[in-house]
């Protein structure tokens, strides 16, 4: 059987940004093999986030993400590129906690259940669903974000030109762009597939 046809083992994720309301969420199918780091990968481009910032997750009591010089006195981050997510994974539902921009500090709750094989000839991660569009990098986390929805539904604001022109023409943060997504999942997996046939004919399987 070839690398692109063997079967994998998939579960399912659902992110859920924390404290918006109405609530932003998406709902994936992902690969069990893939390292934390790739998590981190296919949660920017399932939420729409641009990767400009530091990152965490946090798992019960340990910290993973990227490899860092000075923790401030706190636990030492394990770096997240050497963790298999099936080697963090828990019977029946796994819960986490992903930290995106440590100054707007998103905070996003992950829920992963349902282990089982994926479909033979499908490509993951795979986009199942979700609801509205992600707030714009660096608006000042939750609270800077709905402030700025206030304003520019408000003509008569001292800010409102000025907020409007920051979101950009037509935003609408009820519009998730899903066919986006998708291609920017696919870029992940078509990654991962060429991976895949690099350490095809090496043991055992590779953290991607």
Known sequence: MCVAESVIEICTLRIELCDSDPLIWRQLEIPTSISLKTLHDIIQAAMGWLDYHLWEFTIGERRYGLPMEEDWGTERRIEASKIMLRKVLTPGE?????????????????????????ERGVDYPRYVAGERDCPPEDCGGISGFYEKLEIAAD???HEYDEIREWLGDGYDPAVLDEEQIRIELRRIARRRRAARVRVSKLTGPAAD
């Open 155 to 157: 003509p008569e604001h």
């Open 94 to 118: 796994t819960i986490m906690t992903y930290v995106y921009d440590f100054g707007d500090d998103w905070i996003h709750r992950l829920v992963l259940t349902n282990v089982r094989q994926g």
